[in-house]
């Protein structure tokens, strides 16, 4: 969802560029030059290396010099270099700058000025400011180009996005985009022959644009200028609701069948669109989530997030869960952050009850388990009073299951009897009343990382002076006590800090934030993991449910169109 803020922010113009038989200028001859060359070489421009003798010339550049992919001017720079070394067509201005000498280096500046100024794009390495454009961290496959960019801030980071979506695509995705084109050519091809359409192919054709407002209208026979587009548009159907390893694997034979199947004049509007349903009243469930994995879902919440038209998720819902929502469904993610929590949920009620009210069915898909700490009472309450009973699904939820993961039994013989479980943040921000000391007992704080400092001091130091004099008194908590944060429990970055009260604010700062997480006290904490005199120790990442996984063989679904 946007924010009317949103359109304020800046942000880069993402293109992609016809560099053939284009003139690029590259100064430098450093590994950076080279692979500026490799760049302009493999999108059809004619590099231009300028740089005096480098006395080791890299290797990559000797190649492409050797090879006549690229020139090389051995001198320095020079201002008249921009109007003169290029394409005669556009008066020998070159069309794009690449310098690599560093941000620091007094010719990048300069360069960059002059660029600026004959309106030639520019780049300079390690120099966000003084660069027009930035090239991104690229995936290809085929037809098929994937860019990522981080506006220079990135580090690396860039490249790791770049393979972690590379990862996720399907193999052979390049080829199917190849054969839809050749399914839409065609298309178009009979229906221009029989009168059906204009003789523009493509017109609407760009990238950058999403689907129309119409894309799922239905088609009458009575609506002339959509029953022209109707097989076009049957095609946009598919590209956009087939899974994408369906549509990688598609090969000759399925498009010949699919235009045998979708010949002109054969195809009605009810196949395209389905038939109209009678009205309905909507539906809504009240969901947990888990505490992060997936596979601890249970089977009533993921055949909810299956069959719903609509998902409303709390922020903190993970990405493996997200990830199971079918690319139809409409989904947005809470926008809650400190401050905005009641508007946000406020939001989120309004925005269901309207869905409701169109006769959708409603998930709404809270983290861990609905009624513990997650509002699920008032929402079911909100949704009672206007006529829509929720069904309210449990979810495991991190205060049991969290401890679990981290090998910390919340109880055991002998060491802890009970468990309490407690949120850190109590209405509005205020601090909560802190539990009283009791030895044989642990307890489970959600909510409560943000202010871990005050928390912990409330659990050890005695009140201040002009604290409620009213109020029951409590035993303080020894120091020493065990203590651990758990992080991203069940998730494969798992993280557990284990220390004591005295230094778990100390480690807290020193290791960071991993949200969302949870702090377990008490002596069970060192049942499992006796402390072997550090202050505290960390413990990264879980696989234990990915490795059960792998020993399951799962049956295959069949799969239809």
């Known amino acids: 969802m946007k924010d ?84 005669e067509e556009v008066d020998h201005v070159v069309d794009m700058v690449f310098v690599t000498l560093g941000g620091n280096h007094p010719l990048s500046s300069h360069i960059s000025k002059l660029c600026r100024r004959l309106r030639i794009p520019v780049n300079v390495s390690d120099a966000p400011d003084l660069c027009t454009f930035s090239l991104l961290s690229t995936y290809s496959d085929g037809p098929l180009h994937v860019g990522i960019t981080t506006s220079g801030r990135g580090c690396k980071l860039a490249a790791r996005l770049k393979r972690e979506i590379a990862a996720t695509l399907p193999p052979n995705l390049g080829n199917a985009i190849d054969r839809l ?70 090969d000759d034979s399925d498009i010949d069948k699919i235009l045998q199947e979708y ?62 929502i079918p690319r139809r469904t409409e989904v947005h993610i809470a926008r809650k952050f400190p401050g905005n929590a009641d508007q946000a949920q406020e939001e989120f009620l309004r925005m269901g009850l309207d869905a409701l009210k169109k006769g959708r069915k409603v998930l709404r898909l809270k983290q ?46 002998g060491v802890s009897d009970q468990i309490l479980v407690c949120t850190g943040t109590g209405r509005k921000g205020a601090a909560p009343e802190p539990p009283t000391y009791v030895p044989t007992q642990t307890v489970v704080f959600l909510m409560a990382l943000h202010r871990l400092s005050a928390l912990i001091s409330s659990l050890i130091m005695p ?57 377990v006290v008490g002596a069970s904490c060192h049942v499992l993991h006796k402390p072997k005199g550090q202050k505290w120790i960390v413990e990264e990442g879980f696989r234990g449910l990915d490795e059960l996984q792998s020993t399951v063989e799962v049956p295959m679904m069949n799969e239809t169109a």
Request: aromatic share 6%.
């Open 463 to 519: 009140p201040a002076e002009d604290f409620d004099r009213s109020s029951q008194p409590r035993t303080l908590w020894p120091k020493e006590t065990p203590c651990a944060i758990i992080e991203r429990a069940s998730c494969s970055d798992q993280r557990v800090i284990r220390s004591t009260l005295e230094h778990v604010c100390q480690a807290f700062e020193a290791e960071g934030s991993r949200p969302p997480g949870l702090l």
């Open 4 to 87: 009317a803020s949103d359109s304020a922010a800046q942000m880069p113009l993402l293109a992609s560029i016809n560099a053939e038989s284009q003139v690029h200028l590259i100064v430098g001859a450093n590994p950076l030059a080279a692979a500026r060359c490799t760049k302009s070489v493999q999108a059809g421009a004619k590099p231009v290396v300028i740089s005096p003798d480098p006395g080791s010339l890299q290797y990559t550049l000797a190649a492409h010099f050797e090879n006549g992919n690229a020139e090389w001017v051995q001198r320095e720079f020079e201002d008249a270099d921009l109007s003169t070394l290029g394409r």
């Open 181 to 250: 084109g050749t399914i839409r050519r065609r298309l178009w091809e009979e229906d221009f022959a029989a009168g059906l359409c204009d003789a523009v192919f493509d017109i609407d054709d760009d990238d950058a644009t999403g689907q129309k407002h119409t894309f799922n209208n239905l088609v009458t026979e009575d609506d002339v200028n959509a029953a022209k587009t109707r097989r076009m548009r049957w095609l946009s159907q598919i590209c956009e609701y087939w899974p994408l390893r369906k549509l990688a694997a598609i």
């Open 368 to 413: 861990g388990d609905p009624y513990l700490y997650g509002r699920g009472g008032e929402e079911l309450e909100f949704f009672r009073a206007e006529g829509y009973t929720p069904v309210v699904l449990p979810g495991i939820t991190s205060a049991l299951s969290a401890p679990l993961f981290a090998e910390i039994p919340a109880t055991h013989r």
């Open 263 to 324: 010949s002109a004049g054969t195809v009605k509007s009810t196949d395209m669109n389905g038939t109209q349903l009678p009205e309905k009243k909507g539906k809504i469930v009240l969901a947990g989530s888990g505490p992060g994995h997936p596979d601890l879902l249970t089977r009533a919440t993921y055949n909810a997030i299956q069959s719903a038209d609509v998902i409303l998720a709390d922020k903190l819902v993970p990405a493996p869960v997200l990830e199971l």
